[in-house]
């Protein structure tokens, strides 16, 4: 259950932007000279009426976004680890940082999530006979098909273009549908913590029913091969679970009534949501203005919240008391981020930073106000891009130490 798997995206963002903020906006280029001449994109919040190239407008308004979306992830980050980090005791070593990325975490590892990872570590590894476990039930999240059309249709305003549905511009396996028939074996029923899903496999939330392997109880009691286990299964649950259970019958399984199956179903289904980043029109379409779109819409992901507990025997010591609490309360929000941008958004934002790139490339085409917007707003992508990267691994480094150390 490790997020840190979901930090493979991002060499490709750190190769790109690098070339958007030291080379397309070098001096060479002639590029610098230009962002002097856009300052409508620090002041407005809309570019509808700004006299620039279609294709510059939609790329300006996804990059004033994404970088609005990394400045609310580093503050939220930012407070779930000060959160954690305070309640464990650590020393203030993020303060004198002030909002800077190295106050999420730096090398040195004096960060606001540096110190909470440590101090999770620490009392985790003292106070292994308090048997953890952690159940998750992860909010699922999918993106506004309505808001990619309209940004794409925005592209080329005299262009037909056939957007096509949700299905067909969904990976088979990110589609999330509400199905009819049964959800196949290797995909994904998503319970929530209303709506149970019915569950032959494995479950990372509280499983209800039978448990083949070890079933942590809610005061860290353990069972082994428990008929009756209610909470976190290590093995396979057959039964119930609140959150993802991957299918392991190999007839596949109803999920249940109101419960969506992600990678596979067989039969009719209804209500598709797709869980990752667009795939291209039936039309052509300028792939700049497309990454554009992505990134835009990736920005403002529909999610459910996720839910956290920690299991744990908190007689053991009053600092596993404390440890429950706050993972309890912060954990949910550094998951969000760790997977919601990690799935979502750095994919588009990487598209973003190539695009900025690659609109300047073609800058010769372009009127003087459009190089200087499309200049100004590639700068704030590859910046923008940057501040999620800290952010993400910030959140990654925190929910690693919980998810590593506990069942």
Not at 177 to 206: F, H, I, K, L, R
Not at 236 to 247: D, F, H, P, W, Y
Not at 293 to 322: F, G, R
Request: charged letters at 20%; one cysteine or more; a negative charge.
């Amino acid at each position: 259950m490790k997020i840190s798997n979901m930090l493979i995206a991002y060499p490709a963002i750190l190769v790109a932007a690098p070339a958007l903020t030291l080379g397309c906006i070098s001096t060479d280029s002639g590029i610098t000279e230009a962002t002097k001449g856009c300052d409508e994109f620090q002041s407005a919040s809309s570019f509808a009426e700004l006299q620039v190239d279609a294709k510059v407008k939609v790329f300006m308004q996804a990059a004033a976004e994404f970088r609005g979306v990394a400045t609310d992830t580093r503050a939220a980050v930012k407070e779930a680890c000060v959160g954690i980090a305070t309640d464990l005791g650590a020393d203030d070593t993020w303060s004198s940082m002030g909002d800077s990325d190295d106050a999420i975490s730096n090398a040195q590892g004096t960060g606001a999530c540096d110190a909470a990872s440590t101090r999770v570590t620490a009392i985790m590894e003292a106070h292994a006979e308090a048997n953890f476990a952690l159940t998750v039930t992860r909010g699922a999240c999918h993106l506004d098909f309505d808001m990619q059309t309209q940004c794409e249709a925005r592209c080329d305003a005299e262009k037909v273009c056939d957007a096509g549905s949700v299905e067909e511009r969904c990976e088979p396996g990110e589609l999330s549908v509400v199905c009819q028939g049964s959800c196949t074996a290797g995909a994904t029923c998503e319970g929530t913590m209303e709506v149970a899903a019915n569950c032959m496999g494995q479950c990372e939330s509280t499983c209800t029913g039978e448990c083949k392997g070890t079933c942590t109880g809610p005061d860290g009691k353990r069972t082994e091969n428990d008929p009756n286990c209610h909470g976190k299964c290590s093995s396979s649950c057959n039964g119930t679970c609140r959150g993802l259970c991957k299918v392991e019958a190999e007839q596949g399984l109803s999920c249940g009534a109101s419960v969506s199956c992600k990678g596979g179903c067989e039969g009719s289904f209804t209500d598709p949501k797709c869980e990752t980043i667009f795939t291209p029109p039936k039309c052509t379409i300028d792939q700049k203005c497309l990454d554009a779109c992505s990134a835009m819409v990736a920005a403002h992901p529909i999610c459910d919240p996720p839910h956290v507990e920690l299991l744990a025997d908190i007689t053991v010591s009053a600092d596993v008391a404390v440890l429950q609490t706050t993972i309890d309360a912060h954990l949910p929000k550094l998951l969000a981020i760790a997977e919601v941008q990690g799935n979502l958004v750095v994919e588009a934002g990487e598209r973003l930073v190539a695009s900025g790139e690659a609109v300047l490339e073609a800058s010769g085409t372009l009127s003087g106000k459009s190089v200087s917007c499309a200049a100004v707003a590639a700068k704030a992508s590859a910046e923008a891009a940057l501040h999620l990267r800290v952010s993400v691994q910030g959140s990654a480094g925190v929910t690693d130490s919980c998810t590593s150390r506990a069942q």
